[in-house]
Each structure stands twice: as C-alpha cells, then as structure tokens.
C-alpha cells in the first residue's frame, strides 16, 4: 500500500517535469499541469486506498465464512432435528 502510493507520488513528480520541461517560459501553464497532474494522481491514490478497502473487507469475510462453516454446519444439523421434531409432535388432520 505505501508503495503504491509512492509510486504515484514519483509518477507525478515525473510527470511534473515532464511538464515543465514541455513549457519552461509559462509558469501558469505549468502550474496549471502540475495541479492537473496532481488532482490525477490523488484520484489514482483514492481509488488504489478504496480497492485496498475493498480487498481487505473481502478477505475478512473469506476468512470470517472459513472459521464458521463448521459452525454453520453444525447449527444446520440442530435446527434440521429440531424441525424434525416439531413435525412429529404436529398432529394429522
């Protein structure tokens, strides 16, 4: 994770170069780029923070289901008698 986000940190430093290289008289042209540059990156660093979420909820549950399938498992057993129960103590028509 904080590699990813210095990564992106040195894409745009790059990028912020770059810019600056394409238009070394126009300082507002390249404040300009570099704040587009840096909105860009930022996005990229919200979504890469949002899927890192997004997998990290994901593997909690895998694992929450891993730990209680048996559990499930067993519960299911018990109402199943239980049910079994109840339909013979309910009297015929």
């Known amino acids: 994770m904080k590699a990813s986000l210095l990564f992106l940190l040195a ?6 170069v770059g810019a600056r290289a ?3 008289e126009e300082p507002k042209v390249l404040v ?4 587009e540059l840096a909105q860009k990156a930022t996005a990229m660093a919200k979504d890469a923070i ?9 593997q909690q549950a895998r694992q929450w289901l891993s730990d209680n399938a048996e559990l ?3 519960r299911l057993v018990w ?5 079994a129960e109840l339909w013979k103590k309910t009297p015929a028509p």
């Not at 300009?32 to 704040?35: A, H, N, T």
């Not at 949002?50 to 994901?58: I, K, M």
């Not at 109402?79 to 049910?83: A, H, P, S, T």
Request: glycine share 0%.
């Open 50 to 58: 949002s899927r890192v979420r997004d997998s990290e909820a994901a």
């Open 79 to 83: 109402l199943k008698e239980k049910l």
């Open 32 to 35: 300009q780029k570099v704040q």
């Open 22 to 24: 394409d238009t070394p």
């Open 72 to 74: 499930a498992k067993q």
């Open 11 to 16: 894409c745009t430093a790059v990028l912020a």
